[in-house]
C-alpha cells in the first residue's frame, strides 16, 4: 500500500516569498491533516479536512496561511508571503474513517516538506 | 499549562537499560491516548495506543492514569534500535484530532 506523498521535500526560500506544498494522502482515507514542526517541537495542527470540508483550522495562521482540499484527495497547503518563524517541517498526514465512530486516531504522516526561509 | 507536557531528556543510557518516559496532559475530557516514534529527520509513526488497563507490546509497556492525567511508557532491554524522539500524544477536541508532546529523545549507546 503507497503512503502519503508530499513534495516538494526540501523548499528555501526568501522572507517574503510565496510557497506551496502537495499531500497526496494513502487511498481511501478521508481525513487529512497539514501539521507544522518546529526543530525540538512535537508536530503542531494547522488544519484538518474530512474529505473537502474543514474540521479544524484553529491553530492556521489565517493571514498568510491557506489550504485547500477540492476533490476531497489531494491538498495543497501555501504559505504568502512567508517570515523567517515559518521555517520548519510541514507534514501532512491521512487517516481512515473508523467503521463505528466515523474517524480514526491512527494518522499516517508523510515524509514531509522541509522549508528554509532566510 | 501546556497541554501536554513530557521529560525534557535527552535520556542518554546503554543497551539492555530499563527507561521510563512521563508525560501529563491538562485536557481531563481527553479520551484516547498513544505514543509516537520519531526517528531523525523522519516523519512521527504509532508506536502503541494507551488503554486504562494498561498494555503491553514486546518490550513496551505504556500506562495510563486518568486520575492524575499522567501517561507513561516503559522499555525494557534498550536496544540501539530504540534510538529516537518519543512523543506523548492525546485526542483533541476535534473529532480524530491529536495533540502531541514535544517528545523526549532516547540515545541507547552500546
Known amino acids: 500500500e503507497a503512503g502519503v506523498a508530499q513534495s516538494p521535500r526540501y523548499k528555501i526560500i526568501e522572507k517574503r516569498q510565496s510557497v506551496a506544498f502537495w499531500c497526496n494522502p494513502i487511498?481511501?482515507?478521508?481525513?487529512l491533516y497539514w501539521y507544522q514542526q518546529i526543530l525540538g517541537q512535537g508536530p503542531k495542527l494547522l488544519i484538518q479536512f474530512q474529505n473537502n470540508g474543514v474540521v479544524d483550522d484553529s491553530q492556521l495562521p489565517k493571514d498568510r496561511f491557506s489550504a485547500e482540499r477540492l476533490k476531497g484527495v489531494d491538498s495543497t497547503l501555501k504559505i504568502q508571503p512567508a517570515k523567517l518563524e515559518d521555517s520548519a517541517v510541514y507534514l501532512c498526514?491521512?487517516?481512515?474513517?473508523?467503521?463505528?465512530?466515523?474517524?480514526?486516531?491512527?494518522?499516517?504522516f508523510g515524509p514531509g516538506t522541509r522549508l528554509t526561509v532566510t | 499549562r501546556k497541554e501536554v507536557e513530557q521529560d525534557p531528556g535527552p535520556f542518554n543510557v546503554p543497551e539492555g537499560a530499563t527507561v521510563a518516559f512521563n508525560c501529563t496532559y491538562s485536557?481531563?475530557?481527553?479520551?484516547?491516548f498513544f505514543w509516537y516514534r520519531q526517528d531523525c529527520r523522519k516523519e512521527p509513526k504509532l508506536l502503541m495506543s494507551?488503554?486504562?488497563s494498561g498494555n503491553e507490546d514486546g518490550r513496551f509497556t505504556a500506562q495510563l492514569n486518568r486520575a492524575s492525567q499522567y501517561i507513561s511508557l516503559l522499555i525494557r532491554d534498550s536496544k540501539l534500535s530504540d534510538s529516537a524522539t518519543y512523543l506523548c500524544?492525546?485526542?483533541?477536541?476535534?473529532?480524530?484530532?491529536?495533540?502531541f508532546g514535544k517528545g523526549t529523545k532516547l540515545s541507547v549507546k552500546p
Open positions: 500524544v492525546v485526542s483533541g477536541g476535534s473529532q480524530g484530532n491529536l495533540i
Open positions: 494507551v488503554y486504562s
Open positions: 485536557n481531563s475530557a481527553s479520551q484516547s
Open positions: 487511498s481511501g482515507h478521508a481525513t
Open positions: 498526514a491521512s487517516s481512515a474513517p473508523s467503521l463505528t465512530s466515523g474517524y480514526s486516531y491512527e494518522q499516517y
